[in-house]
Nanobody
Framework: QVHLMESGGGSVQAGGSLKLSCEYS?????LGWFLQAPGKEREGVAF???????TYSDSVKGRFTISQDNAKNTLYLEIDSLKPEDTAMYYC?????????????????????WGQGTQVTVSS
């Protein structure tokens, strides 16, 4: 089991940047960021495997950067060029490494561990 706690959300202007953090209790898992916009399903956007390799959804490539500091047990998501459509609750999640592939992101709700989420609101 792994415990996760997000921070860093808030209200920002479009065009700005934001860096979300997630403290985790174990570095044996694939880690990922999901977002859930109002009225929409939760979707996976960025993942980092135990070997440090990263994967992004096509919708965020080039603007979102996932990284981690294992010394601090902290996962990050940096979002550049924020858009109003980035407004969402952002969740940090962890799952066993075998689920770190894009085809499995959809089942993380069932197999993963989740933080409480941090709200990001982008105004135009």
């Amino acid at each position: 089991q792994v415990h996760l706690m997000e921070s860093g959300g808030g209200s920002v202007q479009a065009g700005g940047s934001l860096k979300l953090s997630c403290e985790y209790s174990s570095n044996r898992y694939c880690l990922g960021w999901f977002l859930q916009a109002p009225g929409k399903e939760r979707e996976g956007v960025a993942f980092i495997d135990t070997d440090g390799s990263t994967t992004y959804s096509d919708s965020v490539k080039g603007r979102f950067t996932i990284s981690q500091d294992n010394a601090k047990n902290t996962l990050y998501l940096e979002i550049d060029s924020l858009k109003p459509e980035d407004t969402a609750m952002y969740y940090c999640a962890a799952a066993s490494p075998e689920y770190c592939y894009e085809g499995y992101w959809g089942i993380w709700t069932a197999v993963g561990f989740w933080g409480q989420g941090t709200q990001v609101t982008v105004s135009s």
